[in-house]
């Protein structure tokens, strides 16, 4: 009876410590950005296995979903952002957990799943997300031949988000480029700033240009303007807020060979 008395104790205690420390997930975190995948996953199921205290587990079944994921083992990453999004409904990893889920469907060529919850994430996630957005839906409608979606959403990632990562990435042909009625080529959204790269007399000239920009992940347009009676074809990149921005396009831009001038 003392024994029992005694394990009793020492079990409530175990507990008692348990519940009043946060969860360390130092280890998981380290090994999955060292690229030690399955050390992140041994480390993280151990946690799984010992912990009482479950506050933090959200951030536990993201990293470990992103370990399994990398480790190719897809059914367990999905289990592992399941379960997240159905235990911690109001998580602060909601949006990235959700992405990443997306994205396991996608690799998994579920793309209804992967598409339900990108579109989703879209109508209600913030600013920080929309480029990552773009890109993915971008990708998804290209693997399932909707050759219009895909260029719609690449488009839009390179108006609104011309400096993003994933604009640089996005290879696909802008549609907004060339053969548009009038000839113009309406500049994106934002900034008064621009940096000129060119000016042609040849319509055809000039957009076989923004094709090659875009091809670089340049968010570029076509402006016609007209003097004396003779039309003059500039093309132009980005719709900057500052000069500060324009010069640092401008250098990026000189650096690949173009001849450039900031245009206000």
């Known amino acids: 009876m003392r024994k029992i008395f005694s394990l009793s104790i020492l079990l409530n205690l175990v507990l008692f410590v348990n519940a009043g420390h946060c969860l360390n997930l130092d280890k998981v975190k380290t090994a999955y950005l060292d690229g030690s ?3 992140a996953i041994s480390e993280g199921e151990k946690i799984l296995l010992t912990s009482v205290n479950r ?3 959200d951030e536990l079944y993201y990293y470990l979903g992103l370990a399994y994921f990398k480790d190719a083992n897809y059914l367990r990453s999905l ?16 949006a990235q957990t959700k992405l990443a889920l997306g994205d396991t469907y ?22 920080k997300l929309k480029p990552a957005l773009l890109y993915r839906l971008g990708e998804l409608y290209e693997k399932t031949g909707d050759k219009a979606k895909s260029k719609e959403y690449s488009d839009k990632l390179k108006q ?6 994933e604009a640089r990435q996005d290879k696909r042909v802008s549609i907004a480029l060339i053969k548009k009625t009038p000839v113009e080529t309406p500049a994106p959204a934002g900034g008064t700033y621009s940096v000129q790269v060119g000016a042609f007399s040849s319509q055809e000239n000039a957009g076989n240009l923004t094709l090659e920009l875009a091809k670089k992940g340049h968010n570029s347009y076509i402006e016609e303007i007209v003097i004396d009676g003779k039309a003059s074809y500039r093309v132009k990149v980005g719709r900057l807020n500052s000069e500060y921005e324009a010069l640092e396009l401008e250098k990026q831009l000189m650096q690949e060979g173009y001849p450039t001038k900031i245009c206000p």
Not at 106 to 127: P, R, V
């Open 37 to 39: 995948y399955k050390t």
């Open 160 to 165: 609104d988000f011309p400096f993003s990562p």
């Open 55 to 57: 506050s933090g587990f």
């Open 106 to 127: 996608f690799y998994l060529n579920d793309f209804a799943k992967a598409e339900g919850l990108y579109t989703e994430l879209f109508s209600s996630s913030d600013q």
């Open 79 to 94: 289990d592992m952002f399941g379960r997240a999004l159905e235990e911690f409904k109001n998580s602060r990893l909601g």
